[in-house]
């Protein structure tokens, strides 16, 4: 694997829940990126995000990672869950909070 | 743009509903084709995860998203979601300038 490549995974890997957005969660830049942070902010568990426009390495490459063309990209347990209207649909549907208090209760692997 | 994307989605989903709304007026920074939100219902999506939803769209749309497209806001849904909905889908978010 490339080195910014494994440099993602272990990011994905070693967060439970992780968020790579544009901002930050206190200060989004981006509508679908704030969008997904108030839902994970929501369910009250603590998360990671990683602020992909002050990384142009990963802001560059993060796409090819999981073959998911834009952002925000949310990971839950390693893997991908979606972008913002899927995390917010699972938000409104009550199944964000179950899975995300689940994953915040696993060591991380 | 907006007809290519009706085409090419209408042919890969054979969707028995699709809404495709041009919004990048909402977004000063960004070209006139940038950012779309789509409705789609499909008997295609039956039994697939949301991911796997999205990352159908995203690949029949891959040459667009990788050009002037920056942003879309998807719905996917069979059409028993899309009435039990009563055909509505929320707003995309407002632009925060990325």
Redo the contacts between chains.
């Keep these: 694997m490339e080195p910014i490549l494994q440099q993602i995974d272990e990011i994905v890997k070693s967060n439970p829940i992780v968020i790579f957005m544009?901002?930050t969660p206190q200060f989004?830049?981006?509508?679908?990126?704030?969008?997904a942070a108030e839902a994970i902010k929501a369910c009250g568990v603590e998360f990671a995000y990683v602020n992909v426009?002050a990384d142009m390495e990963i802001f560059n490459n993060l796409p090819r990672y999981q073959?998911?063309?834009?952002f925000p990209q949310i990971y839950v347990n390693g893997e991908?869950?979606?972008?913002?209207?899927?995390v917010?649909?699972?938000h409104q549907r009550g199944d964000l909070k179950p899975m995300l208090e689940k994953a915040a209760s696993t060591p991380a692997a | 743009m907006q007809s290519t994307l009706h085409h090419k989605l209408s042919a890969a989903f054979l969707p028995t509903h699709l809404d495709i709304v041009n919004e990048s007026h909402r977004h000063a920074m960004r070209a006139s084709d940038s950012h779309f939100h789509i409705t789609l219902v499909s008997n295609a999506f039956m039994d697939q995860t949301l991911l796997a939803r999205h990352r159908a769209v995203n690949k029949v749309l891959a040459d667009e998203l990788a050009g002037s497209v920056h942003a879309l806001t998807l719905n996917t849904m069979t059409p028993d979601e899309w009435a039990a909905k009563g055909g509505l889908v929320e707003a995309s978010p407002k632009c925060k300038g990325g």
């Design positions: 544009k901002g989004p830049q981006c509508g679908y990126s704030s969008r426009l073959d998911w063309p834009t991908l869950i979606g972008g913002s209207d899927i917010v649909e699972l």
